[in-house]
């Protein structure tokens, strides 16, 4: 029973407080992913009058592009496909996870049998309260089975099965506060704006979701099966008006985290120094980031894979871990091996310049 019970917990604090992130630099909104759900073979949900939920969602997915890199030109969009191709579920989180996005939005359209289902929804990774949203997950990870080597890709999920969503749901609680925040802006309004019915904020277990190590968000436009819904996705006026609220979902949530202070504050009674550097004053030093949390974990080597010397900075409202400190990138990357040796596969090197966070390091 005490073995089970060590598990158990060994199982929570692995999922729950040691969360790999590729991106999240805390320095406010600066690259945003969107994902046009499906495209090429997999059409997505197909509405009586034989309208693509590929196409609808491909076309709002632009226009939103669009108005952020109009209203915010400093922010890099990427797409994880801008043209009707198809793209593996796993394959659209990790766009995403290698450029170190700080969002990512995925769009989507619903569609069932029942012609009287209707409105417009937000979804963030999580246990299904309901059988009614297990489906929708089930169907949009049902793109899975038409993936080659899919078997191989997903060796840990089978679409089909229930029970697999339960371990599904309990990944990203790093990111999950971010999320739902995310996810209620967008929400916010839906139904004065849009008219479109408000069905609010949901949580399941979405492939798309479960890989994205970013907060991350799943939107339902609206139901091609409903015909009201179908005639506002369909037609350029309503794309358009679609793509404008969830600017506006976007915009409010990037003003809420800007200008966020990339605070070094918990190095400055540490101020090590090596190599004769002082990587809080001057000069560029490199460390190997290895995880992320939403909540302080003590820096000792059992809660880090038997790891000695990590360190801990804030960045925002998480707390990033790191392991080693050089000028040299050279011996910075012999860190990287030994820290990916130890179990942290997504781990990368980071650098500071006179003591601040920069965006990007060249492997």
């Known amino acids: 029973m005490v073995l089970i019970l060590r598990g158990y917990f060994l199982l929570f604090l692995l999922i729950f407080c040691l969360q790999i992130s590729y991106s999240q630099t805390g320095l406010g909104i600066n690259t945003v992913v969107i994902d046009p759900g499906h495209g090429g073979k997999d059409p997505g949900a197909i509405s009586p009058n034989n309208n693509y939920e590929k196409t609808v969602v491909l076309k709002v997915s632009l226009l939103l592009g669009d108005l952020i890199k109009k209203n915010f030109p400093d922010v890099k969009v990427i797409y994880t496909r801008d043209n009707d191709r198809f793209i593996g579920l796993a394959k659209r989180a990790k766009i995403a996870n290698e450029i170190g996005a700080d969002l990512f939005i995925s769009i989507h359209a619903n569609a069932i049998e029942a012609p009287s289902a209707n409105g417009f929804e937000t979804w963030v990774l999580g246990l299904h309260k309901s059988q009614a949203a297990l489906e929708v997950a089930k169907f949009e990870n049902s793109a899975i089975l038409m993936e080659e080597n ?214």
């Open 150 to 363: 899919n078997q191989q890709t997903y060796s840990e999920f089978n679409p089909n099965d229930p029970d697999a969503y339960i371990a599904l749901s309990m990944r990203q609680n790093a990111f999950l506060d971010q999320s739902l925040i995310l996810a209620n802006s967008i929400q916010k309004d839906s139904k004065l704006k849009l008219g479109l019915r408000n069905r609010g904020v949901k949580q399941a277990g979405f492939m798309v979701l479960y890989r994205a190590t970013m907060p991350a968000v799943l939107v339902e436009l609206g139901f091609l099966s409903n015909p009201k819904d179908e005639k506002l996705l369909i037609s350029k006026s309503g794309q358009l008006k679609l793509a404008n609220h969830l600017f506006e979902g976007f915009k409010n949530y990037k003003n809420k985290y800007d200008n966020v202070d990339e605070s070094l504050s918990e190095f400055n009674d540490q101020k090590k120094v090596i190599n004769k550097v002082n990587y809080l004053d001057t000069g560029k030093v490199y460390k190997v980031q290895l995880a992320t949390s939403s909540v302080k974990i003590p820096t000792l080597p059992e809660n880090f894979n038997g790891l000695k010397g990590v360190e801990v900075y804030i960045s925002g409202k998480f707390y990033k871990y790191t392991f080693g400190l050089s000028s040299d990138l050279k011996v910075i990357n012999e860190e990287l091996k030994q820290v990916r040796n130890s179990g942290y596969e997504s781990a990368f090197v980071i650098s500071f310049q006179d003591g601040k966070r920069l965006n990007w390091v060249k492997q």
